[in-house]
């Protein structure tokens, strides 16, 4: 009797232990397919925004987190894994947030507002045009400055002319990349700006000439200026750096801001392009914006052939040599990298990067155009970092279609890209990097990681000969080396000591790239009367 006693009570008992397995594996099977999700929406696109092929992102809020879920893509691109709140990093757990946390801005907003005694333009002495030159910011700079330079000699500023004749052979006009009639209408109270030179003056005397570079107010008033007695017209041959960064007239200064932060808006188009970019960017999380200055225009002309082949350094020497405006064709390529004037290299970004703490699920967008020699250089930091994205892999080949074969276009889709990126870092500082770094603080002191690139490659150097190795502490020399280049708050720096003549304006901070303290000031308390307009 005891043993059929024994032996039920096992029977039941292992009945029992059946029962809540099934019943456990159930509950994890429905679990699988079934998403709970606490809130999303869809972002409301102004109808300015709106492109036919638009596509809907949500997102949703989990307590203080932002996570982000790509309902609708391209069918070229998959979903990205949302990034982890903490890492292994150089010295153990560090903070995810901490990546991604902008600089204190201090309390400085813009203040470009004219003083109380600037007065809408005096008549127009005569007309002035310009032809710009170099590349989309290049441009950008020189425009801004020449309105400044119209303003100091009573000028009309007709609307300025692309170059169409750089490395790029981009055919675009002024319309084609920039909003026209806002830049007119916004410049309004400062500078007459018209379309074209009025039909009449076709044949009136003109003069062509070639404005000193970083000239002060008392060169444009006494030089340029005087001219207006022999010539109605006057033509810029040049706009890139003549006018002086600092020493000029406070008005003057923020009339320059104006200009670049609020008249020189990108043609509707592409800011709606723009727009849709950064909103699928961000459908990743948070994002770098990398300005990969690895293209074939920028080795060429620096002379930069590390880490290349014989053929491919050949080949850039070449285009050097048969590019008649480059004026400089003979060049030491080690010198160049030791000295820390060459870009760098796709593989040592993904280092850098690495040992900034960035895990290898940070969405990167690449604002650049075609990487010199491709997939090949580009291998090593797509391993590390496989949610690489460019404009060409966030939008279709349609899409693009308005923009394509035109260099100041794509270009500006990038700017727009890197200056609303939660971090921005240039591979080398050339004009895109200075302008997306000047207006990323004009507007709150974003997050710009500025690479000493000297000191990275003394590092890269080591690891290369082996007697340096990634981890804990290549990661603590390079953060202590970045820990104060991340665009905090500071005045634009002055002339390198010791330089003379033109090398003594070369050395100086450009005033875009940091336009404090000419317009950007302290916020004054609430409670305190204040003049300064936020504009």
């Avoid at 809130?39 to 809907?56: A, G, R």
């Avoid at 007695?229 to 002086?244: C, E, F, M, N, T």
């Avoid at 000591?497 to 303290?517: H, I, Q, W």
Wanted: glycine share 6%; hydrophobic share 40%; aromatic share 8%.
């Amino acid at each position: 009797m005891q043993k059929r006693s024994r032996w039920r009570g096992l029977v039941v008992l292992r009945r029992l232990l059946i029962g809540a397995i099934c019943s456990i594996a159930a509950v994890a099977l429905l679990s699988v397919h079934v998403h709970v999700f606490l809130s999303s929406k869809v972002p409301d696109f102004s109808d300015s925004y709106k492109l036919p092929t638009q596509h809907e992102i949500g997102f949703q809020r989990l307590s203080t987190e932002r996570k982000w879920v790509q309902e609708l893509a391209p069918p070229h691109l998959s979903k990205a894994p949302l990034p982890s709140r903490k890492l292994d990093g150089a010295s153990g757990i560090l903070d995810l947030d901490k990546l991604w946390k902008p600089p204190q801005n201090r309390d400085f907003v813009p203040c470009v507002y004219p003083g109380a005694n600037y007065t809408s333009p005096a008549e127009s002495q005569g007309y002035l045009l310009v032809h710009t030159n170099g590349g989309l910011n290049q441009m950008r700079a020189g425009i801004c400055d020449m309105v400044a330079v119209a303003r100091i000699i009573n000028a009309t500023l007709v609307i300025p002319e692309l170059d169409k004749r750089s490395f790029w052979q981009d055919s675009s006009n002024f319309s084609d990349v920039f909003d026209e009639d806002h830049f007119i209408s916004a410049l309004a109270y400062d500078v007459k700006v018209i379309k074209k030179l009025p039909k009449e003056l076709a044949t009136a005397p003109r003069a062509v000439k070639h404005f000193r570079s970083w000239s002060g107010i008392d060169y444009y008033q006494n030089e340029i200026a005087s001219m207006w007695a022999d010539y109605q017209v006057i033509r810029a041959a040049k706009s890139d750096s003549r006018l002086a960064n600092n020493n000029l007239l406070p008005d003057i200064q923020k009339l320059r801001c104006r200009a670049c932060y609020e008249a020189l808006r990108f043609a509707p188009q592409i800011e709606a392009m723009g727009k849709l970019l950064v909103d699928r960017m961000r459908s990743y999380g948070p994002y770098i914006a990398l300005h990969l200055r690895y293209e074939k225009d920028m080795l060429a002309f620096s002379g930069c052939t590390h880490d290349l082949s014989p053929a491919e350094a050949e080949e850039l020497r070449m285009i050097r040599e048969n590019t008649a405006y480059w004026k400089v064709k003979g060049i030491d390529s080690r010198e160049q990298r030791a000295k820390g004037y060459c870009p760098l290299t796709p593989k040592e970004v993904g280092i850098f990067l690495m040992a900034l703490g960035y895990p290898s699920s940070t969405p990167i967008y690449i604002a650049a155009g075609e990487i010199y020699g491709g997939d090949s250089h580009m291998a090593d930091l797509q391993s590390r970092y496989p949610i690489l994205m460019s404009k060409e892999k966030l939008a279709s080949i349609d899409e693009l279609e308005p923009f394509a074969n035109h260099a100041s276009q794509m270009a500006a889709l990038d700017y727009i890209v890197s200056v609303e990126s939660d971090v921005f870092i240039p591979s080398y500082s050339g004009n895109m990097a200075r302008a997306v770094e000047g207006h990323r603080r004009f507007l709150g002191h974003r997050k710009t990681i500025s690479p000493d690139r000297k000191a990275l490659v003394h590092l890269f150097d080591k690891i290369e000969r082996g007697s340096l190795k990634e981890g804990k502490n290549l990661s603590n020399k390079i953060m202590e080396l970045h820990r104060k280049r991340q665009g905090s708050p500071r005045k634009r720096k002055g002339p390198i000591s010791g330089t003379k003549g033109m090398d003594r304006f070369r050395s100086e901070e450009a005033f875009y790239v940091n336009p404090l303290p000419d317009c950007l000031c302290h916020k004054e308390p609430p409670d305190m009367n204040t003049s300064i307009i936020i504009r």
